[in-house]
């Protein structure tokens, strides 16, 4: 508009200043143009405001949801799509020479918490533990929600021993009890730890490495920490293998039960009697429960 008027006002005082009549005709088109250039400069520049203004908050909106849609709304910690998101660029970024640690943890009676106490102080047993976390993993790590009562932590090591050293703080810490509405609750975890480079060189090996781990660590009793090794995957494998020949062992019949006599030894009268189940493999020959069982247990219950 200033620079609209620097050109015209000129012309205008000249036109009037001479006042011939096609000097005045040339005079009021330019007043009747100053207006309607004024008009139309404010209805873009209006418009552009708005839209820039809109894109703007778009991009606000955009942002948080992003941040929504990546943090747990129970902890405040990474959920699992932001755990995928900071793990890739974490890698990513990663020197060639730097060892990362990831440790999957799982709380050890989370379960007994939500069905005595409640949901409500199960979600604070979270919170709780996350604040843990948090003051237990260097700055530079990352802590996530993996989902239920599992927590994943990842950060930069020096060697495994540092690796060590964390879980062991971890473990401490967890397993000091909480107290939360009057209640004294010890909840305490188990702890399952992959090595990069030396146990995977990608997010999905890492992840699944760790959770191996987890579950060795989980069936020696709990309340313990293991690392990663090789046979952990051949294990896996034999166990999956014996899950589905015990599938098939029902079809064709080939378990059997025996009935195990227990006597009172005051009386010498038969009190009750055990259920005792035998697989009789058709190569293998007798498999032995030790074997099984855990497939057993780890087999999804149908109704």
């Not at 009747?32 to 209006?46: D, Y």
């Not at 932590?153 to 879980?167: H, K, N, T």
Request: proline fraction near 4%.
């Amino acid at each position: 508009l200033g620079q609209l008027g620097l050109v015209l006002a000129p012309i205008l005082a000249v036109s009037l200043y001479i006042a011939s009549i096609p000097f005045l005709f040339l005079a009021a088109n330019i007043l009747l143009l100053l207006p309607a250039m004024a008009s139309i400069t404010l209805n873009v520049f209006k418009v552009l405001r708005d839209s820039i203004g809109s894109a703007e908050t778009s991009g606000r909106l955009a942002e948080k949801m992003r941040i929504l849609a990546r943090t747990d709304v129970v902890t405040g910690l990474a959920n699992r799509a932001g755990l995928n998101h900071d793990l890739a660029e974490k890698l990513m970024d990663v020197a060639d020479d730097k060892i990362i640690a990831l440790i999957w943890l799982d709380l050890d009676r989370f379960k007994e918490v939500n069905d005595l106490l409640g949901h409500p102080v199960g979600d604070r047993v979270l919170a709780e533990t996350a604040n843990r976390l948090r003051k237990v993993v260097p700055e530079s790590g990352v802590v996530a929600r993996f989902g239920g009562d599992e927590f994943v932590v990842f950060c930069e090591i020096e060697d495994r021993a540092d690796s060590e050293r964390l879980a062991a703080l971890m473990l401490e810490d967890l397993q000091c009890p909480m107290k939360i509405d009057g209640e004294r609750l010890e909840v305490g975890c188990s702890i399952g730890i992959s090595i990069m480079p030396d146990d995977g060189e990608d997010a999905d090996s890492l992840l699944q490495h760790a959770d191996l781990a987890l579950y060795h660590a989980k069936v020696e009793g709990r309340g313990r920490s293991r690392f990663f090794d090789a046979s952990m995957t051949r294990d896996l494998a034999s166990r999956r293998e014996i899950e589905a020949e015990l599938r098939a062992a029902i079809q064709r019949d080939e378990l059997s039960i025996f009935f195990q006599p227990i006597v009172d030894l005051k009386t010498g009268k038969i009190r009750t009697f055990e259920a005792l189940v035998r697989w009789f493999h058709p190569t293998r020959g007798q498999v032995y429960p030790d074997r099984f069982m855990p497939a057993v247990e780890s087999l999804p219950i149908c109704r």
